[in-house]
């Protein structure tokens, strides 16, 4: 009987998935972050070019820096296209439920969702109600996406390329990622 009720409060108090995994790397510091200020997303139909906002959304730069640096993106595929929307990309299994196994704090700030922008995939709210980000999925908006504003964290922003990203499609590759370290 006793480990029937241990058993029960076990499953009604567990610890989410995200709060047991959480980003594997520190924040670096303030001086540090504002360093990360552009990345390349090379991709089978040719190179986005986009700007950073480390003061935006330091984790979300950080992370996206950590996961480059580890090789994490290459040859993964875009796996979601709405035409005039978005184009999605950064699941390992090529679905909405990849990841690296953690999550993001949300860094929602009043940056537009528009055509270029940069965010973080992330779960509905009705099952995830801390609006945490996905740990590697990203977005491009390919049109002005404002029912997204204030909901998704925008940690960047297409600089050049805009042809390119008219061309993307479902299943283009995802050559590399890299995220550069500005010198002061």
Do not use: C
């Not at 998935?17 to 139909?45: D, V």
């Amino acid at each position: 009987m006793l480990f029937r009720i241990a058993l029960l409060l076990s499953l009604l108090f567990q610890v989410p998935a995200w709060a047991e995994s959480e980003p594997p790397f520190a924040l670096p510091k303030q001086e540090e972050l504002s360093k990360l200020r552009s990345a390349i997303i090379y991709t089978s139909r040719g190179d986005l070019y986009f700007e950073l906002y480390p003061e935006d959304a330091p984790w979300h730069v950080a992370n996206f820096k950590y996961l480059a640096d580890k090789g994490y993106y290459k040859g993964l595929k875009f796996y979601l296209y709405y035409p005039g929307y978005i184009i999605q990309g950064g699941s390992p299994n090529g679905k909405a439920s990849g990841g690296p196994g953690y999550e993001l704090p949300p860094e929602f700030t009043k940056r537009l969702n528009e055509i270029g922008s940069l965010g973080m995939a992330r779960k509905p709210d009705y099952i995830n109600p801390e609006r945490r980000s996905n740990g590697s999925q990203f977005h491009i908006l390919l049109g002005d996406a404002p029912q997204m504003d204030g909901s998704y964290t925008v940690f960047g922003k297409l600089i050049k390329g805009g042809a390119v990203l008219k061309n993307l499609r479902k299943d283009d590759t995802i050559k590399d990622i890299k995220v550069f370290v500005r010198p002061q």
